[in-house]
């Protein structure tokens, strides 16, 4: 009867110590995934410690600082290289101003391997996009007014810069307030929304042993392609700026690159 018991035992213990080591192999072929976001002016590094100085000139010739930047992202995707798509429905503003969000957690278990493609939305798009229903956005006085469709904003850009002055000698400094919404046409008698939110396409990535991707955004590029920015006539009111959404939208086209 002891033989037996002993039997047993052993047989329970060798058991669950290959059921231990299925359950490591499979584990092994997954790992967490995460979006750091890092920034720059033209390759040259840019976080809250440069804000409010007059340091930053852009293609139209104008000296700017940067005071504030948030922005939001969404939808991340990863395309793997059988075509298989994982999508995840999570979203995360990240905050430079405060130095909060910069790395967004996405997943904690992803097939390692080779993909062909990472994305992400720029803001929400137009399924995402429902006004209020969102407590952390709220909190963080994200969202737009009902007057200009509602919803939230993609990002909030905002500075200064260096205008001509009556006294040559003495250059005065003007605001800016480079905020993207989804566009909204006021013009009419109805209201007119455009999805001006961008479908981010990083590229190619491997995914291994926790993988934390880099996703930069070149500040400068808002400013410059395909549409010259004129800050001395773009500056203020730009949400309800029809034209300048839709101006905005082609200009973020190029901002994130994969580091």
């Known amino acids: 009867m002891k033989k037996l018991l002993s039997l047993l035992c052993i047989s329970a213990l060798l058991w669950s110590c290959s059921e231990d080591q299925d359950d490591n192999a499979i584990a092994s072929q997954y790992a967490a995934f995460s979006l750091k976001f890092t920034h720059n002016w033209d390759g040259n590094s840019v976080s809250n410690n440069d ?24 939808n991340v995707s990863l395309e793997h290289e059988n075509g298989e798509i994982y999508h995840f429905d999570n979203y995360n503003l990240v905050d430079v101003t405060n130095a909060n969000n910069l790395e967004f957690f996405v997943t904690d278990s992803i097939p390692i391997g080779h993909y062909n493609n990472v994305s ?35 990002m909030q850009l905002e500075g200064k810069f260096i205008t001509p002055s009556t006294d040559e000698t003495i250059p005065e400094e003007t605001g800016y307030q480079y905020h993207t919404i989804r566009a909204a046409d006021t013009s009419g008698t109805s209201l007119i929304l455009t999805d001006t939110s961008i479908n981010v396409n990083l590229g190619p990535t491997t995914v291994s042993n926790n993988k934390v991707l880099t996703a930069e955004m070149n500040v400068a590029e808002w400013f410059k392609n395909p549409n010259l920015w004129d800050l001395n006539t773009l500056h203020s009111m730009l949400t309800s700026n029809y034209e300048a959404q839709l101006m905005m939208n082609e200009n973020g086209q190029n901002v994130f690159r994969l580091d």
């Open 51 to 74: 804000f409010n100085n007059l340091k930053y000139l852009n293609a139209n010739g104008e000296q700017l600082s940067i005071e504030a930047l948030r922005y939001l992202v969404s």
């Open 120 to 154: 992400f939305t720029f803001g929400f798009n137009d399924n995402d996009n429902i006004d209020g229903i969102y407590q952390d956005l709220n909190s963080a006085s994200w969202n737009v007014p009902e007057t200009l469709g509602g919803g939230y904003y993609y």
